[in-house]
């Protein structure tokens, strides 16, 4: 592997680092976005893997109560493994360019339900039903884009969990969702040594951006920075999509 890609790889693990750092959430979302665009879906995910996991581990840690958060969301968090497990298998044997615009599509609701309320009421009215299918269906779709964050929001604002807990589900299912992922590619032999090294190579830039993100938590307006992340999302789903069906 080329010694720019690697470069180019942690510098945008690390600018996806300090999002993630200082709101919470983002890392996934960013990093996939921006590295899909100069490489195939399956390549993008399979060196997000471990980056994805520690960046959600350290998130999760800094917020705290890991085992209590661990025991309150264990179902959905199993079901997000099983998901996780169905959507990398069909991304190994497909591997189709069309899943960027699953991505671009997936993010896309993400900004469209933060300016427009969606209506879920279902998910108060069948709760049992939505964990089911925020379950299943949402740990396919992060196997297949490595994003989730959008139907996740939606099922914590219609279920009135806190701040905390919404960081916490978000972060501990990306984290569970990887455990699927890294035991497929391992199994069909994506995840070789070469794969492994490169990530464990781009940490460095992990480690740092998170610590920084920390650190301008305290010191920024948040809703300014949200709305630039937002800007900046809307061109890359922009861009993913205009590349994609440019093919």
């Known amino acids: 592997m080329e010694i720019n890609f690697i470069i180019t790889l942690t510098l945008i693990l690390f600018l996806a680092s300090i999002v993630h750092g200082s709101i919470g959430f983002g890392f996934g979302m960013i990093s996939t ?23 959600n581990i350290m998130s999760i840690l800094s917020e705290g109560k890991f085992f209590e958060a661990l025991k309150k969301f264990w179902f959905i968090l199993l079901l997000m493994i099983v998901g996780s497990t169905l959507g990398t298998i069909l991304l190994i044997h497909i591997n189709s360019e069309y899943f960027k615009l699953l ?23 069948y709760p ?10 949402g740990g396919m779709i992060s196997g297949l884009t490595n994003v989730v964050a959008p139907l996740m929001i939606i099922y914590t604002l219609e279920l009135k969990y806190t701040r905390k807990d919404t ?36 940490l460095i830039g992990v480690f740092i951006g998170m610590f920084i993100g920390a650190k301008i938590k305290k010191l920024i307006d948040a809703k300014f920075y949200t709305k630039i992340l937002k800007m900046l999302l809307f061109f890359i789903a922009s861009t993913l999509i205009y590349q994609t069906l440019n093919f």
């Open 33 to 55: 976005a921006v590295v899909a665009l100069f490489a195939d879906i399956q390549t993008t995910i399979l060196f997000m893997l471990i980056p994805t996991m520690v960046a």
């Open 128 to 137: 049992k039903t939505s964990t089911y299918g925020l379950g299943i269906f």
């Open 103 to 125: 991505l671009a599509f997936i993010i896309l609701v993400y900004l469209l339900q933060s300016f427009v309320r969606i209506n879920a009421s279902f998910i108060t009215i």
């Open 167 to 202: 960081i916490q589900l978000s972060n501990l299912c990306f984290l569970f969702t990887k455990i699927g992922q890294i035991a497929v590619f391992i199994y069909f032999g994506s995840f070789t040594m070469e794969a492994f090294n490169i990530s464990m190579m781009t």
